[in-house]
């Protein structure tokens, strides 16, 4: 990756630990290309969508918001007693792939869906399935995917 890229990365910190690993090893990953980033929190999973679309409907005005050439959407999501759990894993990743097909954007998909703690516990840490430095390796390598087909004008 020739340019710096410039990250927006949107957390949910429902599960406080798991969040702290995920972010934990996405800041590592980016430290070590040299992207800049912002973090936004959202209150669960199901709102990582909306605001990454809120992000990317902000570019209608260049002069007043910095764009960003990825994102990570960062979640969690252990199931429960209820359907709760289904309706939240699917639509979340359903919105955020739906932002991929229509916009095109480079997203690393950060978003846990187990059925107890130490599962997502052993998928947020960084020396077991590291799925938070894989989101931002995915975020990275889209935007470098983006850039030989000369989508951003950088």
């Keep these: 990756m020739t340019d710096t890229p410039h990250i927006m990365i ?3 910190p429902y599960y406080k630990e798991i969040a702290d690993r995920m972010i934990e090893s996405v800041l590592i990953e980016l430290k070590e290309v040299g992207a800049t980033y912002e973090r936004f929190e959202v209150p669960g999973t199901f709102e990582l969508p909306g605001a990454i ?3 990317i409907e902000s570019y209608k005005y260049p002069s007043e918001r910095k764009r ?3 994102y990570i959407a960062l979640g969690c999501v252990i199931r429960g007693e209820t359907s709760h759990y289904d309706y939240v894993c699917n639509e979340s990743a359903r ?3 739906d932002l991929v097909l229509k916009y095109g954007i480079a997203l690393g998909y950060g978003v846990l869906t187990t059925e107890n703690g130490d599962q997502a516990l052993a998928r947020a840490s960084r020396d077991n399935h590291d799925r938070g430095g894989a989101a931002a390796r995915a975020c990275l390598a889209m935007i470098d995917l983006k850039r030989k087909f000369n989508l951003y004008p950088r």
């Design 95 to 97: 919105g955020l792939n």
């Design 10 to 12: 949107v957390e949910s």
């Design 53 to 55: 679309r809120m992000a």
């Design 68 to 70: 960003f050439d990825g």
